[in-house]
């Protein structure tokens, strides 16, 4: 019996607290996702490499980037090499030799 009052007490707290949290936790999510799309729109705007692009096509048209970041993966089949070529307002992201998405630079939490 005590064990069945303390859980109804346990589930009628959580459920008074709830909607106290809610707004919050939706308030964060809102507001990141409005980011995002931000960063996306803008994104869409710039002149990126483009998905399929080669390396030599991107070097050719973009230049050299300002630094070439150590290659992940690349250890079986099923997870291919990764390259990472940073410019200064984007960084490329390569499976093997191949575009694959273009993203702008985002300042990290150190430069708030």
């Keep these: ?3 069945i009052v303390t ?3 346990s589930a009628t707290f959580a459920l008074a607290v709830t909607p ?3 707004p ?3 308030a964060d999510t809102l507001h990141v996702k409005e980011s ?3 960063k996306v729109r803008q994104e869409q705007h710039m002149n990126l490499p483009r998905r399929g692009m080669t390396m030599a096509q991107v070097e050719r048209e973009y230049g050299a980037p300002l630094r070439k970041l150590q290659t992940r993966g690349g250890d079986t089949p099923r997870h291919p090499p990764i390259n990472r070529w940073e410019y200064a307002k984007y960084i ?3 499976e093997r030799n191949h575009v694959i998405h ?3 630079r985002t300042p990290g939490p150190d430069a708030l």
């Design 1 to 3: 019996m005590k064990r």
């Design 24 to 26: 919050a936790v939706h």
């Design 36 to 38: 995002l799309q931000a």
């Design 20 to 22: 106290l949290i809610a």
């Design 102 to 104: 273009s993203v702008l």
């Design 7 to 9: 859980t109804l007490i």
């Design 92 to 94: 490329v992201y390569f």
